[in-house]
């Protein structure tokens, strides 16, 4: 069972590097595809990254494209995001999710989710 628990959020500058964390107190974090969304206030829930259960594969939204890296590592149990050349709209709530699926862009095809952290980019 798969139980996400996002960590590394916090207060940053703009331009600033964050890495988010996303750990499994499961024990099948290896047969899942991951994902990473992010809310901002007011705001639907967007799709920022994913990867395959492998890691040899990954996806990410066009808004972060060259900005963002996805990866994992299986035996740590722990999916990370990070984030390169930040800037206020990237001020969002984080979830991590959990596919047993498809890797995609759609909330949809996600299984599980974390509670999410909060990154706020200061100017």
């Known amino acids: 069972q798969v139980q996400l628990v996002e960590s590394g959020g916090g207060l940053v500058q703009a331009g600033d590097t964050l890495k988010l964390s996303c750990g499994d107190s499961?024990?099948?974090?290896?047969?899942?595809?991951m994902g990473w969304f992010r809310q901002a206030p007011g705001k639907e829930r967007e799709f920022v990254a994913a990867?395959?259960?492998?890691?040899?594969?990954?996806y990410y939204a066009d808004s972060v494209k060259g900005r963002i890296t996805i990866s994992r590592d299986n035996a740590k149990n722990t999916v990370y995001l990070r984030m390169t050349s930040l800037n206020p709209e990237d001020t969002a709530v984080y979830y991590c999710?959990?596919?047993?699926?498809?890797?995609?862009?759609?909330?949809?095809?996600?299984?599980?989710w974390g509670q999410g952290t909060q990154v706020t980019v200061a100017s």
């Open positions: 999710a959990a596919s047993r699926r498809a890797m995609g862009s759609s909330w949809l095809q996600y299984d599980f």
């Open positions: 499961g024990r099948t974090f290896s047969s899942y595809n």
């Open positions: 990867i395959s259960w492998s890691g040899i594969s990954t």
